[in-house]
């Protein structure tokens, strides 16, 4: 987003596509092909920097149903991989790690053993 008002200035300034990709470039900012296509966006009127809404498939796995069949599936069992998830309730491994990820915002802890020998000394 940062970068679209950016171009949208420069734009706004006079400056050509050419000559505003290469500012950015310095900033480490955006790609050659992505300035180029929002300059030609604010050269055809759109002034909004934000995405339009795009058309397409809902989604159909991540429902509030599918959501708590997961979190009481891992109450039961938090061992439980993805795939075994994925495969009883017939939907996506994608969808799985979506629900489990960013619905029930549930992260894998690293657990790290170091086993000591018992020693007569040690006990």
Not at 82 to 95: G, P, V, Y
Not at 112 to 120: E, N, Q, V
Request: with cysteine; glycine share 2%; charged share 35%.
């Amino acid at each position: 987003m940062e970068q679209r008002v950016n171009i949208k200035f420069c734009f706004k300034l006079g400056r050509t596509a050419t000559e505003t990709h290469e500012m950015l470039v310095k900033a480490d900012a955006v790609s050659k092909k992505c300035a180029f296509e929002w300059f030609k966006r604010f050269r055809d009127g759109k002034e909004d920097v934000k995405d339009e809404p795009r058309s397409g498939r809902p989604p159909t796995s991540t429902t509030p149903d599918n959501i708590e069949r997961v979190r009481r599936m891992l109450a039961d069992d938090r061992r439980l991989s993805l795939r075994m998830i994925a495969e009883e309730l017939k939907i996506s491994l994608d969808s799985v790690s979506n629900i489990i990820h960013e619905h029930l915002k549930k992260r894998k802890k690293s657990v790290y053993a170091f086993p000591t020998l018992l020693r007569s000394s040690n006990v």
